[in-house]
C-alpha cells in the first residue's frame, strides 16, 4: 500500500476490507490518518486504531488464526492478510470491526473515514 494507490486518498483514513465472491474474508487495509482534530486529540483517529488494532489481537490470540501483518506507524498504515482464510471466531471478529467502522463512518463522516470493499 502506498500513496499512490487509488484507494488511497490524501486526507482521512481509507479502509479496503477484501473478500472472495463468496464472502469470504481476505483481509484488509487500514492506511492514513483521520485529520479530526490534533495528533493526540484526535477521537476518529483513535477510535479506528481502537478498533483494527483490538480485531487483529483478537484474530491472533483469541480465535488462533494465521496472520500476515505490515504495520507503518508514520503512514497509519496497518495491513492484515488471512493466507489461509479464517473461522467462524475470525469471522466474527471482522464481523464485529465492521460495524463499528461503519458506525465510526456514519457519526463522522466519509471526510475523516471510507470503508470500501474488494473482490479478490
Known sequence: MFRSDPFVRKTGISILV????????QGFTSIGHAGYAKQGKDIVCAA???????????LEEI?????????NKDAGLLDC???????????LLMDTML????DIQNTYGRKYIELKFEEV
Open 99 to 102: 460495524l463499528g467502522l461503519k
Open 18 to 25: 477484501r473478500k472472495e465472491r463468496n464472502g469470504a474474508y
Open 81 to 91: 492478510r488471512f493466507p489461509e482464510g479464517i473461522h467462524e471466531k475470525g469471522i
Open 48 to 58: 479506528v486504531s481502537i478498533l483494527v488494532f483490538t480485531t487483529v489481537n483478537a
Open 63 to 71: 480465535a488462533g488464526e494465521k496472520l500476515n501483518v505490515v504495520q
